[in-house]
């Protein structure tokens, strides 16, 4: 085939049907899953559901620094008739008092201490005040369980603490620690096969000749791969050939749990791609040209794995390092969530999961309705005001997606954004 | 010093009061560096500006599929009098084709294919015509560089790619690629002390007895730490003893850069986190007490590090979980970030860091005027709409900073919040 029966083809999907046709074939696969220390399973998956084998206080507890008493004997207490109370010990952080209070007591108790045997309540000290070394007047009264944490107020023992398909936060760590539990069962980080393609790559650290390009793409992924969670596994630089191309594809979906293919912006390329992924189906390509700029030539599908496994999800990504960024974002991302066993709260799905500042548009961008744009600004301050200045260049300049701090999108079917509109900036990672 | 004697001190500053305190004794530490591969780079922060060895594209690259042509030959081309020329070549990918083009001929292109000499543009293959095998028609004319990046546009040799201070982006690693960089001079990952103290806190894995708390804060701390980009360096748990305390602090502030002090909630504990800081001085603390909640017995400081150096920060961060969360968020990290040697843009500092969803606030939440609220609220969605609920619980539960998906913040001089107002809610990571 040469490059002229191959120009000039297109079938063009809104970005939710691209979605919607991959999600339509895919399963999810029964994926591994390791106990970790919970000092390594930050940003890791929750398998099970973890209950706590413990009440959490397991004793009760003052919230504030003070005098624990008897409530009923500060019923009534006033500035003018103030309850009168011995202090019979300082309670120590860490252990009981060696006696219980007995009516008409109280002991100094710490933020964090134990209450003993006989008290119920604690005075704040800014309640009290002292007449003498040993005696207090309490000016306040104190309610039962007034400033206390009684057992099981923070957790009670079989109570749910992570639920299944949580990405673990580091409050979900000391949470776990604070019950006994050290360690937990993870889901495995997916491997995510980066392949290289097209006659024009070279690697990195290789001179280019006329008409090479270095291998930047696979950068990009792998940075945007382990900021997603997965294990990025880079298969190599395969030129246009169709052989070779299947056969790293067939073994990358035997090893990796989804497939990237990237690197060549020659429609003699995609149209490797395309039917190397149509091969090794059912269903095999399912997209083939998306509405959203940069990222038109994106091609999506699934191939078949190993016998009895699930269909592994594969994207021909189009070779402009913009539309890399931005087809990660709209289409892997989501899979790759899925992959790693992720269930966010059905109310957090699909929510903004990056940072957003409020700017002015420096200039109007114009846009065709029917496709969604995805137009790269650099911030910049002028008289404190925050604006974003959208970076013009072809989605195929690099230096583009490095000078900008995010994007701003111009939804399908508007016509563009004036300038001086405000708008949300989405920020790179 | 008893109990008593500590109870009911306080001095509390504001929020910017004390990030200004602590500004300014602080001194930016000679930065250790090293150099690693772009892979391993992600998150790091480039030590100096890094120039381009090359420019790129070094050759005339086409932006669309298409023929090259001299753009000459098209002038006036129109679909009644189209430009006919005969197809020479079909340029491969990564190489240039074996001779010029000569006026009057084309040569099929694909997007990123190099311009052979004696073309000047390229003509899409959308306005062109097949006549035969051979030969097109042309049905609108190119004007000089249509549809050609030109030698150095992405970037030129010796233009700064990256900035000093800059983190590192995917991108970014993909730009190094493609001028053929493939390390790069990072500034060290810095080492930040946890030091658990109080004599209530035992490890996760011991069994409690009366009166003692596990200790959570530092798995917290342990994942913020890492999320930040610092190294968590657990110095294990030290009683309420001066001596042994303050053997812990200088030996951390010689191989950490930053000190967290956490773990007790008692007054005591305070009391001699605050004292240890003094006397490791000048300066010492700095402040202790900010008008924040949850956070409000914060002690921040600085300490003499080895002869000669930079003074350490210090922070001995409340026992409450809530309050080490905000206390992270709002003191430690701008730190941290300082000591990982970023240097963000002017215009991106104090922005947003942080996933923001917009809800409706599900009840009225009532604050006290002079302190800045961090109430923590949980994601609901009800008829459609996304609704933020308050958890409230004492800022000592750790289960309350689990069910939470984020904060919402009472700014300092609000009485509160009304239910159904429209509140921005900050994702915890």
Redesign the interface.
């Known amino acids: 085939m040469?490059?002229?029966d191959?120009?000039?083809r297109s079938g063009v999907v809104s970005r939710e049907d691209a979605l919607t046709s991959v999600y339509e074939h895919f399963v999810l696969p029964d994926l591994e899953r390791e106990t970790v220390h919970?000092?390594h399973a930050?940003g890791r998956v929750a398998v099970e559901d973890v209950r706590s084998p413990v009440d959490?206080?397991?004793?009760n507890?003052s919230?504030v620094?003070?005098y624990a008493v008897s409530s009923g004997d500060t019923f009534g207490a006033s500035e003018a008739h103030a309850a009168y109370l011995p202090?019979v010990a300082?309670?120590?952080?860490?252990?009981?008092p060696e006696r219980d209070l007995a009516k008409g007591e109280t002991m100094?108790?710490?933020?964090?201490?134990?209450l003993p045997g006989g008290a119920d309540a604690v005075v704040m000290?800014?309640h009290t005040q002292?007449v003498d070394e040993n005696h207090i007047e309490v000016v306040k009264p104190a309610a039962p369980l007034e400033n206390v944490?009684q057992i099981g107020?923070?957790?009670r023992e079989g109570e749910v603490?992570?639920s299944s398909g949580r990405v673990l936060?580091?409050?979900?760590?000391?949470?776990?620690?604070?019950?006994?539990?050290?360690t937990v069962t993870v889901f495995e980080q997916p491997r995510v096969a980066i392949i290289s393609t097209?006659?024009?790559?070279i690697p990195?650290?290789?001179?280019?000749?006329?008409?090479?390009?270095?291998?930047?793409?696979?950068?990009?992924?792998?940075?945007?791969i382990?900021?997603a969670g997965g294990v990025p596994v880079k298969k190599g630089i395969i030129p246009?050939e169709y052989a070779r191309l299947r056969t790293i594809v067939e073994e990358s979906a035997r090893d990796c749990r989804l497939l990237l293919l990237t690197g060549?912006?020659?429609?003699?390329?995609a149209d490797l791609t395309a039917k190397v992924i149509d091969d090794l189906g059912p269903p095999g390509v399912l997209v083939h040209g998306v509405s959203v700029k940069p990222g038109k030539p994106l091609i999506a599908g699934l191939v078949k794995a190993v016998q009895g496994g699930a269909p592994v999800p594969v994207f021909g990504l189009p070779?402009h390092?913009a539309a890399v960024?931005v087809c990660f974002d709209l289409f892997v991302r989501p899979l790759l969530n899925r992959l790693r066993g992720e269930s966010p709260?059905?109310?957090?799905r699909g929510?903004?999961?990056?940072?957003?500042?409020k700017a002015k548009l420096a200039r109007s961008v114009s846009s065709t309705p029917g496709r969604e744009d995805h137009v790269r600004v650099v911030?910049?301050?002028r008289e404190e005001e925050?604006w974003a200045r959208p970076v013009f260049?072809?989605s195929?300049?690099?230096?583009t997606?490095?000078k900008a701090?995010g994007t701003v999108v111009i939804p399908v079917n508007e016509i563009g954004i004036e300038a001086e509109e405000e708008v949300e900036v989405r920020?790179?990672?």
């Open positions: 040469t490059i002229r191959m120009l000039g919970i000092s930050l959490l206080p397991d004793f507890r919230t620094d003070g202090i300082d309670i120590p952080m860490g252990s009981l100094a108790i710490a933020t964090g201490g134990a000290f800014e002292p944490i107020d923070d957790v603490l992570i936060r580091p409050q979900d760590m000391a949470m776990l620690a604070g019950v006994g539990i050290t097209g006659n024009e790559i990195a650290d290789r001179r280019p000749t006329k008409g090479q390009v270095r291998d930047v793409n696979s950068y990009n992924l792998e940075g945007l382990t900021q246009d060549g912006s020659s429609v003699g390329t070779g390092p960024t709260k059905p109310v957090l929510r903004a999961s990056y940072s957003v500042v911030l910049e301050e925050l260049g072809a195929g300049l690099i230096s997606l490095v701090d920020l790179f990672r």
